[in-house]
């Protein structure tokens, strides 16, 4: 177990591993990393890590703000927007949107994947390549919903974005895992609807609810308008008049 682990953290490491036993799934420190192992999946442990692999290559090779997801967030010269990730999961898309230079809040309801985010974070706070990057990350453990209704007007951020838990037509083992990992901790999305309903009173400029392509819209809203790529969409919604 790395050194810089606190007696607070190895308890709740401690306290979630007594609820993933039942769900065959245990927190184990792994060459220095958090990871989260299965025990009745033949899965590779699974471990958030900004500074390497996929999140590497999006950050070197992504496109810069050419790619869609910085067209959808509205990005212009000059212009960063508060971008609050009510769905942050792995933190993958987080991540890009804050090496876009977005300051991004992360909120997750699942104690084992924000615990996996923060100790992802801590790791990418140590290099000198994401040092920056990480710093306009800021990860709030709770319930999206409960979040934004307990939200005062000053605090209501520029975006929201959503990517609601769907079937992907990826069907590589990556993704299979990830869906089975997410659906075993945190259960299905079943309210996403009402998530969006709610963030639509809460963005100032845009709510961007990632799809994958072919997917009907969310909640059956039309949105203003869409920014596509080639297996995936993002559909832009204006906000509703605040009260």
Known sequence: MPDDIGNMHVEKIEFLNTSLTEKGYQLVFEKERLTLQSRQHNFKPLAIDFTAGQARHRRLYGGGKNQPISRALGLKPGYSPVVYDLTAGLGRDAFVMATLGCQVSLVERSPVIALLLEHGLKQASTFDETQEIVQRMRLIKADSRKFL??????????????????????????????MRIFRDLVGNDTDAVDLFQIALTKALRRLVVKRPKGAEFLAGETPAFQVKSKNTRYDCYLPVEKP
């Open 149 to 178: 209704k307990n939200l005062s007007f000053e605090d209501y951020p520029d975006v929201i974005y959503l990517d609601p838990m769907y079937p992907h037509r990826d069907k590589s083992a990556l993704v299979k895992k990830e």
